[in-house]
């Protein structure tokens, strides 16, 4: 059974007192599957509709119609609620209450034991990197970094098996940011089902198996990502022109040596594709060792800033149809393995999910 | 009803300096005021204020702080969170009002002018009608506006039908007078037990009155509650 239905989701606010300056479609026929254990982005421009199909998937928000079922139950069954774990964008944590108390309460409407709490509370605590000292102070006297990690640790009460992260890096610095890939993957690892609405496209790229683009309203497209393919991208690498530059031939030739693909040549830049990081170091290692004299190398933007950039929809993909283009319905796919594509025709949009990564592989 | 939800509750009313602040000013002039007449009267009037004090934004700022999105994440039904947020409002009330008239009663011992025991308790069951007839009645408020939007709702409720009651007195509107009592005894519903010191029993139908006032109100509140939309979006 599928984690995540939504099926047509319509969902306008009304503008103006009393509606008397119309509505506005926020959401207009979105329609979605995600398989437990998924990590699915959801990308889109400002007012897009992310935040309302959030709202809409934890039981904040009523559509005007569509069906949500979250492991085939109504999104406000208790039994639902005690398996969410949710993120706010807007850190609206008790500022009266101590990092520690906060945990316990959030422990104890969640329904988890008492004898357990202090334990429980105190491993989330450590697990998000926040020490004794920061547990015991007020809340209203954090940092919006200490913030954003102390509101992971809420999400995390009771290992939900949804969680909902609503711009979950956001003000986190780049340590806090390990420790948020670090449990994501363990949580992915572990079957947990995780929606993330976020900007942060090279995070998203990084963490999710699977992307949807929102805007205006309607899935504008999915992309699948492969398990670690944050790594695999396509270099930039700009050459002197002091110097005579290197046949692409010979480019070729070095790049081949070193494990990447040379991809072409734009005076004064060449292109190579590459695995991973390694790869990129071998490759950077390589061009100096056969005395290519570069001057800089970049690496391209990644898929889903072509894809931001792109507005999401390409012809090929265009809006989505109600009930179409749903992970569920088609059949399962292998990873893509190799590097990243370059160019914005390459996405595998509407193509099923991946399987969940084996544990670490991000 | 939810525990968890309820203990919280008193937890944060009771750290807020600002509301301990004005609970204090609530029930040491009426205490001074016992302490010079030596009467338990004085002390009386203190619980409707409390409750109102206590009760003030229960949920309207939940609502706009956000962190009412929290609390829904959790298995907490929304009836569970409103009659949580009235009992917690109740109990915070009630306990300082007792408190209170107890310490009164204390001062009157030492007075060598102790209340009778009947009169005691007339003033303590008075205080908790009192107490949880306007704690509901916030809550009520509460719902229908964010932040302490309810206590301006609740004084704007009062000065409107105060004025249409004195209105309906100068023109001799009697329709108008009955309707402002109507409006002001949902505002403060509590019961009178004033008859207890001589022995009678209490008026079934200003008990049934005050509990389907409450019922009312918290049906109405818990009405609107349910239809709120909880996203920034959404307001």
Not at chain 1, 58 to 65: A, H, I, N, Q, V
Not at chain 1, 227 to 233: E, K, L, M, P, V
Not at chain 2, 24 to 43: D, E, K, S, W
Not at chain 2, 201 to 226: D, H, K, M, Q
Request: charged share 15%; hydrophobic share 50%; net charge positive.
């Amino acid at each position: 059974m599928a984690a995540i239905v939504v099926e047509n989701l319509v969902k306008s606010y009304a503008r103006g007192l009393g509606g008397l300056g119309g509505r506005t479609v926020a959401l207009a026929g979105v329609s979605l599957t995600i398989e437990p254990g998924e990590t699915v982005g959801i990308i889109g421009p400002n007012g897009a509709g992310k935040t309302t199909l959030l709202g809409c998937l934890l039981g904040f928000l009523r559509p005007d119609s569509g069906r949500i079922a979250i492991h085939g139950l109504p999104v406000d069954d208790l039994a639902v609620r005690a398996a969410t774990g949710y993120l706010p964008e807007r850190l609206v944590l008790d500022r009266w209450m101590s990092g520690m108390a906060l945990l316990q309460f959030h422990h104890a409407l969640a329904g988890l034991p008492a004898d357990s709490r202090e334990a429980d509370c105190q491993a989330l605590l450590d697990r998000v990197g926040l020490d004794r000292e920061a547990a015991g102070r007020r809340v209203g006297r954090y940092s919006r970094g200490m913030l954003q990690r102390l509101a992971l640790a809420q999400a995390l009460v009771g290992e939900p098996r949804l969680l909902y992260l609503d711009e979950p890096v956001s003000g986190v610095d780049p340590a806090g940011i390990v420790v948020f890939r670090d449990i994501l993957a363990r949580l992915s690892a572990s079957g947990a089902t995780i929606l993330i609405n976020s900007h942060q496209l090279a995070e998203v790229e990084r963490v999710c198996h699977r992307v949807v683009f929102v805007k205006q309203g309607r899935v504008e497209a999915m992309e699948t990502m492969r398990a670690g393919a944050a790594h695999a991208r396509v270099l930039r690498v700009r050459l002197s022109t002091e110097q005579p530059a290197a046949a692409p031939g010979r480019l070729a030739a070095i790049a081949g040596d070193a494990g990447a693909t040379f991809r072409g040549w734009s005076a004064p830049d060449a292109r190579f594709a590459v695995a991973d990081d390694a790869g990129a170091t071998r490759l950077i290692a390589a061009l100096a060792r056969d005395g290519v004299a570069l001057i800089e190398v970049m690496p391209e933007e990644g898929r889903l800033e072509r894809l931001f950039a792109a507005g999401g929809g390409s012809a090929a993909t265009g809006a989505s149809p109600p009930g179409a283009g749903s992970a569920g319905e088609a059949a399962p796919a292998a990873p893509d393995a190799s590097p990243a594509p370059d160019t914005a025709g390459d996405h595998s949009r509407f193509m099923p999910p991946p399987g969940p990564p084996a544990e670490g592989a991000r | 009803m939810n525990a968890t939800l309820v203990r919280a509750f008193l937890r944060q009313r009771f750290t807020s300096p600002m509301r301990l602040a004005i609970a204090a000013m609530f029930t040491f002039f009426p205490l001074a005021g016992l302490a010079l007449t030596g009467q338990l009267a004085m002390v009386q009037g203190i619980a409707g204020p409390l409750a109102i004090l206590f009760a003030a934004g229960a949920i309207g700022q939940d609502v706009s702080s956000g962190t009412l999105q929290l609390l829904l994440a959790r298995p907490v039904t929304r009836p569970a969170y409103l009659v949580s947020r009235w009992l917690g409002a109740s109990l915070a009330a009630y306990g300082l009002a007792a408190a209170t008239i107890l310490l009164g009663a204390g001062v009157l011992v030492l007075r060598g002018t102790p209340a009778a025991p009947l009169e005691l308790a007339r003033v303590l069951l008075e205080a908790a009608s009192s107490v949880t007839g306007h704690a509901a009645v916030m809550i009520m408020l509460s719902t229908l506006v964010g932040g302490l939007g309810d206590l301006g709702l609740y004084a704007l409720t009062l000065f409107l039908s105060q004025m249409a009651a004195a209105i309906g007195a100068f023109r001799q509107w009697t329709w108008l007078q009955r309707a402002s009592a109507e409006v002001q005894g949902v505002l403060g519903p509590e019961v009178s037990l004033a008859g207890l010191a001589q022995g009678l029993p209490p008026s079934w139908f200003a008990v049934v009155s005050w509990a389907s006032t409450i019922t009312l109100v918290l049906a109405v509140g818990l009405a609107r509650l349910n239809r709120r939309e909880l996203s920034y979006a959404s307001g």
